[in-house]
């Protein structure tokens, strides 16, 4: 594999189709799984994440705990709509199998922080939930802003209205200072955020292919999928599909041309007055500066949609 990856995911229906996406990529080498907190807690996502891999087959991936909450608040408000698009246990209310593994006695922080300077320019930074985890390790080890290879996250807007106010993304919405933290400081970062991913949209015609494989993985995934896929439905999100948010970003990090980005410095608004708190938009004081990241602002949808599909019937 020509990249090692570390996922943090918020354990989440799109995020166990990252994590699909992940395992079955010729080119990346999964090193471990962060657990954050978002459209569960911790303990939730973590337990999802090491059932998924037992179901997947992968069960020599470590799973880490991250933060249980963000760097400002415990309150978990807004994870009660998670619930209504994920489920009440992340997954679509679908049982997985209960994998007979533990979660890793060492912290998801300092993990990623070993990995950045062990693998450095191979390294890719996968987050899919909130960006609390990478905070936190830039705060404990300030090196690793240059140190890691990439960091492709899915979160974010830069043309659309957010998912949970106007101007905020779900992901960035958990902890706007932490997300702020990390535009700021980190090098090499790629934001795919909703304008691109809401394009993404795979339907109920693709499940009934996985089903058709007929093997258990793939009806458990099909059933987690059709539970999200009519979530957007009835919430009237999209009627004709559910977006795949987190595998994009999994697809982007080994395979860029799927995408068209703009170089910008960019910001999170952490101003909680403003009225557009948690908003991601370009650095006014970093106008002249180079670039150290870049926003995804085009996707080629069908041609993602398509080859995510049949590598979801390999892995299936
Ligand atoms: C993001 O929020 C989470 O609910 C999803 O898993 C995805 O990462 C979309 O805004
Ligand atoms: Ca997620």
Redesign the pocket.
């Known amino acids: 594999p020509r990249y090692k990856m570390i996922l943090d995911?918020?354990?989440?229906?799109?995020?166990a189709l990252?994590l699909a996406y992940a395992v079955g990529h010729e080119d990346i080498d999964l090193i471990g799984i962060i657990a954050s907190y978002?459209?569960n807690l911790t303990p939730v996502t973590a337990q999802n994440s090491l059932d998924l891999l037992n179901l997947l087959g992968a069960s020599d991936v470590p799973v880490f705990y991250g933060a249980s909450h963000s760097t400002t608040t415990d309150d978990f408000t807004v994870m009660e709509v998670?619930k209504t698009?994920?489920g009440q246990n992340g997954l679509g209310d679908v049982t997985v199998p209960k994998s007979e593994r533990s979660v890793s006695d060492q912290s998801g922080i300092d993990f990623l922080i070993e990995a950045a300077h062990q693998y450095k320019d191979d390294l890719v930074y996968l987050p899919?939930?909130p960006l609390t985890n990478l905070a936190l390790a830039l705060e404990k080890d300030p090196a690793i802003a240059k140190l890691i290879g990439q960091t492709t996250l899915?979160?974010g807007a830069l043309t659309v209205p957010?998912?949970?106010t106007p101007f905020t993304?779900?992901?960035i919405n958990q902890d706007p200072e932490a997300a702020n933290t990390v535009f700021q400081e980190q090098q090499k970062l790629t934001m795919v955020g909703?304008d691109v991913?809401l394009r993404t949209l795979l339907t109920k015609k693709e499940t009934a292919e996985w089903r058709a494989l007929g093997t258990k993985k793939a009806e458990l995934y099909a059933d987690i999928m059709d539970y999200y896929i009519d979530a957007y439905y009835n919430l009237d999100i999209d009627k004709r599909g559910a977006?795949l948010?987190?595998p994009l970003?999994v697809a982007v990090a080994v395979q860029p041309d799927y995408i068209d980005t703009l170089p910008l410095n960019m910001k999170v608004t952490t101003d909680r007055v403003s009225g557009d708190y948690g908003r991601t938009i370009g650095d006014t004081d970093k106008l002249l500066d180079e670039t150290t990241s870049k926003a995804a602002v085009l996707v080629d949808q069908e041609r993602f949609v398509s080859d995510f599909q049949n590598m979801m019937l390999k892995v299936l």
């Open positions: 995911l918020d354990t989440g229906i799109d995020d990252a978002g459209n998670s698009i994920h899919t939930g899915m979160g957010g998912n949970v993304e779900a992901n909703l991913t977006a948010h987190d970003a």
